[in-house]
């Protein structure tokens, strides 16, 4: 099969009236996944930099004291459901930000409180460690989309974290840290 020239699809192109133009990158967009991922970076950018505020503000308030949720058990698993939001970007990044800043945001009440939650609502305790065992699978798989400007969050949450082997996780982490380095 002959392949268009920039120059022929161009002209094809101008062919068709803008209805068509329209209907055939719909039709592109449903069919093809690189087309659609493309198109919704091209168009969602912007979008996704204001959800993430968005979220970040949301995670914030379920921080704030509240007379009927004094001990506020509650928060760990609403702010997995807004991390769980994020998972909609198409920029990794920006999903993974979400995420990194629920899980520095409450590491140090995890690590406070751990035993409590765990006594009295382990769903809650349960919802922030899944949200941390993502990390860590991404952080496997393709750490340049967690390490590279998140460094010194994820340092803090692998300091805090309360981990029965900590000292290994820790060890784990300086030693992912120096193999990017040196790529």
């Known amino acids: 099969m002959k392949k268009l020239k920039v120059s022929e699809l161009r002209a094809e192109l101008k062919q068709f009236d803008q209805n068509e133009l329209i209907e055939l990158i719909v039709g592109l967009y ?12 091209y168009f969602m950018e912007g979008f996704e930099q204001e959800e993430v505020e968005r979220l970040i503000e949301s995670i914030k308030k ?10 506020r058990f509650d928060q760990l698993r609403e702010g997995a459901k807004l991390v769980k939001q994020a998972d909609a970007f198409a920029d990794p990044v920006l999903r993974n930000y979400v995420r990194i800043f ?10 406070k409180q751990a035993d409590v939650i765990h006594s009295v609502a382990p769903g809650e305790l349960n919802a ?10 991404t952080i496997q798989t393709e750490p340049e989309l967690v390490v590279f400007g998140l460094t010194e969050e994820v340092d803090f949450l692998m300091e805090h974290v309360p981990a029965e082997d900590k000292a290994s996780l820790l060890k784990w982490w ?7 380095n040196q790529l």
């Not at 449903?30 to 970076?41: I, W, Y």
């Open 128 to 137: 922030f460690f899944t949200e941390f065992e993502r990390l860590i699978k």
């Open 102 to 111: 629920y899980l520095y945001y409450f590491v140090e009440y995890v690590e």
């Open 174 to 180: 300086e030693q992912k840290k120096r193999s990017l």
């Open 30 to 41: 449903k069919q093809h996944a690189e087309v659609k991922r493309t198109l919704n970076r």
């Open 62 to 71: 379920l921080d704030s004291s509240n007379a009927r949720n004094m001990f």
